[in-house]
């Protein structure tokens, strides 16, 4: 491995790293904009400047390879001077309207500028005129006179979706980003080029126009939408989440997350969240206190004989739930009956090539782990025979989080209210769940952002996540609902108990219906 | 004074066809070629001192060895893209003589050892793709193209390209971005062409002029070409002489020869009763010459360079003192900023830059700031590009504001009107 020192400081780099490389992992800043870890090397934006030891000419950092003893700086008056240039080149024709910009606060311009440039401008020339609130596709806008034409979200469209609908067209000062012949920017990781575009050309219509990003803070999470697992951050603020992005884990998802894992932030938010326990039948609901519901559930369950519950799981849960609830059915209460509800069972195993995969269950493995573990089984005939012949008097069912993925939901529904009780836990509240006829309990349970835990992805690797942000704070992690039910307490810290939805702070959002 | 090496037939309208040029020695030299040792080809080439007739001046030899060693695919593109402001010669070349530069790269391709290659013609020379495509078509009829040339087991293929307009697509990557079907953008390097060039395959670029020089080298021996011109700067040269000289056109002289016997001797000199004020010696992206620097200076590599110009492409731009400096200055940003091709910055913003306070100087509304202004962004624009083209326009924009500064200033402060210029209408 190649010693070089950055600025003076000596360090140790893989072999065939390039001087940017170094340059981050020494952990010293430098200006670029066009370089990206996850795209191929343009050298356009010519800001990662740096001056190499006999070397008579300024190299890009990002295309020039590490050599043994090469000693490289951007500390010299003269990088100084030509990434101060860089910068002001990059701005004399950028429209400066951060004040209506999606992007400002997390602009590469703007943060770039403070830190390297501080000059004062010289450019008095009438600025070149070109379209803005450009419509790209269902997903994305762009604004032409903000692009720096950096081309990394070119790249990402030739490189990694392959799916080639934007080029830059025109050329010099009129060049232009554009898609081809009128094809629009539609594929399942077009949000990906906002994420890299380093200035408010490309912005998300989902996004835009909706909060000021330094108004929100960020949890990491791990998206919940399929079985990959992309480490993602979720942002939000006291009115609910607003938007995930990508965090970067080289083991599975590199730089990227799809359309789909952004909007599972969606219904974390929906009005339809289930907001207090509901208990009762078809015309006869009765809205009741989490707690009261989920115990008088816990008390139907251990009056009912074990052999006549039937215990059904979604892959929707973490590791820890799964194995509070599976010790207290199997051991407590020595239920033999468990089944896995898979959706889509025929497109368990389709794959995009990229990140997105049919399995739409964040823990398929670790409920099949959960599974082995136990030593459970069970045939999903049997469910349905042991229903229809009235052999399981009480079924309850770890319902899914994320409703839209279960295309079987309304007929599974009926199926299950056929016996004669029916606990559901739920994040959402449900419209064919109403209309059941035997009794049932709805019991509120939190979303992924809510809480702490493990996902085991495809690979079978286990990735923990912490509780961002709560939304609806009366919801019970399975855990909690487990040992409500076993007639045990729970630390309601400040939780409201009673009946009802928030009334302040934790404001459920009705924006964007899935 | 003239040295009619590469132009001895170019006044016989029969060198365009086969039939001429074989009457006058064409592909006897081929002949002779093909039996010799291909690195023979290269070292006698090397021997030459033969420098790249576009514009950098690199040694041809060199740039040939650069090619790897193995047998791997390679190409030759013949770049006649002939794009730069005041250069013609490529293309009285290609009209005149399309054998002599078909004979000198199947020969080339010999010593490189190169089985394709591909003459990329600027669109607008309509002309020289008829008559160049033409030649090809003969070339191969007689033999000379196609399997086993000439019984020497050698292969060769050769096609035309035409480009679309772009001044971009001379320079070298440019041209195989082009070539490849892409859009006419220079590549970053490394990797250089000559590892990784056209289709990712060892590629040499070579103007018209230096690959049918090479004919002339393998003729005659590296040291009777060497007795043209001077010790670095071997050779003969073609010369696009323009501007206010009496007899504007292509001609050939030695490396060497002193500009003011081009301009007086050789083109006829002045219009009578008009004064020297300028010359640009290399094409408009060479910075200008003052008449004094003019009548001082030998046209070749070095002397030029040492003059703080460049020997370019040789187009001679002959400026007299009824020309306004300011105005020819924005013509010529009004040129790169329409060229750039627009993916490296400085030089994307910085030719549209220059063009804006050029065209604002010429029309009346210049601010005695705008000089240094114009100075400190050309600075900028200089050396931080993939390709040369920022720096083509920035050093005539320095040298024209350095070298006739006073004439700005007064254009600035009267609001039109160069220091001796014609009327600015």
Request: hydrophobic share 35%.
């Amino acid at each position: 491995m190649p010693k070089i020192k950055v600025n003076g400081q000596e360090i140790e780099v893989p072999e065939k790293s390039t001087v940017i490389q170094a340059f981050k992992q020494a952990g010293v800043d430098i200006c670029h904009y066009c370089w990206h870890p996850g795209l191929s090397i343009a050298g356009v934006c010519r800001l990662c400047m740096v001056q190499v030891e006999g070397m008579p000419k300024l190299q890009i950092a990002c295309n020039t390879e590490v050599k043994e003893g090469m000693s490289v700086n951007n500390t010299s008056d003269v990088v100084k001077e030509t990434v101060k240039w860089g910068l002001d080149f990059h701005l004399i024709n950028h429209p400066l309207d951060c004040p209506i910009c999606d992007q400002a606060g997390e602009c590469g311009l703007q943060d770039q500028y403070m830190q390297f440039g501080s000059y004062d401008p010289e450019m008095a020339e009438p600025k070149v005129k070109k379209s803005k609130a450009v419509d790209l596709g269902p997903t994305v806008m762009l604004d032409k006179e903000r692009c720096i034409l950096c081309s990394r979200c070119v790249r990402f469209t030739d490189e990694v979706s392959k799916t080639n609908e934007l080029g830059i067209f025109n050329r010099g000062d009129r060049s232009e980003i554009g898609t081809v012949q009128g094809k629009p920017l539609d594929n399942n990781y077009s949000l990906n080029t906002v994420d890299i575009c380093p200035v408010g050309a490309l912005t998300s219509k989902d996004f835009r126009f909706r909060q000021r990003v330094w108004y929100l803070k960020e949890a990491d999470s791990i998206c919940p939408g399929c079985s990959t697992g992309c480490s993602v951050k979720v942002h939000y603020n006291e009115e609910g989440v607003w938007r995930v992005k990508p965090r970067v884990n080289p083991e599975v998802n590199g730089h990227w997350m799809c359309d789909v894992g952004r909007n599972t932030y969606k219904y974390v938010n929906l009005k339809s969240r289930l907001l207090s326990g509901k208990v009762g039948k078809r015309d006869l609901w009765q809205e009741v206190s989490v707690e009261d519901a989920v115990r008088s559930a816990g008390l139907k369950l251990r009056e009912t004989s074990p052999d006549a519950i039937a215990v059904v799981y979604t892959g929707q849960y973490t590791n820890e739930e799964y194995a509070s609830a599976f010790k207290f059915f199997k051991e407590e209460l020595k239920v033999k009956n468990v089944f896995h509800w898979l959706n889509n069972p025929e497109k368990v195993n389709e794959f995009d090539g990229l990140l997105f995969r049919g399995d739409r269950n964040p823990n398929t493995k670790g409920l099949e782990n959960a599974f082995a573990s136990f030593g459970a089984k069970g045939s999903w005939d049997n469910l349905q025979a042991g229903i229809n012949g009235r052999k399981f008097k009480t079924v309850i069912v770890f319902g899914p989080e994320d409703q839209s993925v279960f295309p079987d939901l309304d007929e599974k529904i009926k199926m299950f209210s056929q016996a004669e009780n029916l606990i559901w836990l739920t994040a959402c509240a449900n419209k064919s769940l109403d209309s059941v006829g035997g009794e049932t309990w709805q019991i509120p349970v939190k979303t992924y952002i809510e809480k702490a835990g493990s996902f085991t992805n495809f690979q079978g690797k286990v990735q923990d996540f912490k509780a961002g942000t709560t939304i609806v704070p009366q919801a019970l992690s399975v855990s909690e609902a487990v040992e409500l039910m076993a007639g045990r307490e729970i630390n309601w810290n400040l939780r409201p108990r009673g009946v009802g939805g928030p009334k302040t702070n934790y404001a459920v959002s009705d924006r964007g219906e899935l | 004074m003239q040295v009619k090496l590469l132009s001895e037939h170019y006044d016989k309208p029969e060198f365009q066809t086969l039939g001429g040029y074989e009457r006058h020695g064409g592909y006897v030299v081929l002949a002779k070629a093909l039996k010799m040792d291909p690195n023979a080809i290269i070292e006698e080439v090397k021997a030459s001192g033969l420098r790249g007739r576009g514009g950098a001046g690199f040694p041809t030899g060199t740039k040939w060895s650069f090619l790897p060693k193995n047998g791997e695919p390679r190409y030759l593109l013949c770049n006649a893209d002939e794009g730069e402001p005041g250069t013609f010669k490529d293309r009285v070349m290609m009209e005149k003589a399309p054998h002599q530069l078909i004979e000198g790269m199947i020969m080339s391709s010999f010593a490189i050892g190169c089985k394709k290659s591909y003459i990329y013609i600027r669109g607008e020379y309509t002309d020289s793709l008829r008559i160049v495509g033409k030649a090809i078509q003969e070339a191969y009829k007689a033999g000379y193209l196609g399997k086993n040339i000439l019984g020497s087991g050698f292969d060769h293929d050769m096609d035309v390209y035409s480009g679309a307009g772009a001044y971009i697509c001379g320079e070298e990557t440019g041209m195989i971005s082009s070539l490849e079907g892409l859009k006419g953008q220079p590549k970053l390097k490394p990797p250089f062409p000559a590892v990784q060039g056209y289709l990712r395959k060892p590629t040499i670029v070579n103007n018209v002029e230096t690959l049918a020089a090479v004919k002339y080298i393998i003729r005659d021996g590296a040291a009777s070409y060497r007795k043209h011109g001077t010790e670095k700067s071997a050779g003969t040269k073609l010369f696009s002489v323009s501007g206010n000289v009496q007899r504007p056109g292509t001609y050939e002289v030695p490396l060497g020869l002193p500009l003011k016997v081009l301009i007086n001797d050789i083109c006829g000199g002045l219009k009578p009763g008009r004064k020297l004020k300028a010359v640009i010696p290399g094409g408009s992206s060479a910075p200008i010459l003052t008449a004094d620097e003019a009548n001082k200076v030998t046209m070749d590599y070095e002397a030029l360079a040492q003059m703080g110009s460049m020997l370019g492409s040789g187009a001679v731009i002959v400026i007299d003192d009824s020309n306004c400096m300011v105005d020819m200055l924005s013509t010529i940003m009004h040129f790169y900023h329409h060229e750039s091709c627009g993916q490296c910055t400085p030089c994307r913003e910085g030719t549209g830059w220059l063009n804006k306070i050029t065209h604002r100087i010429a029309h009346g509304h210049g601010e005695s700031k705008d000089i240094e202004l114009i100075k400190k962004v050309s600075e900028q624009m200089m050396g931080k590009t993939i390709c040369a083209l920022s720096d083509a326009a920035a050093m005539p924009a320095i040298s024209f504001v350095t070298k006739f500064r006073d004439e700005f200033e007064t254009y600035i402060k009267k609001g039109q009107l160069g220091a001796g210029g014609a009327a600015h209408a």
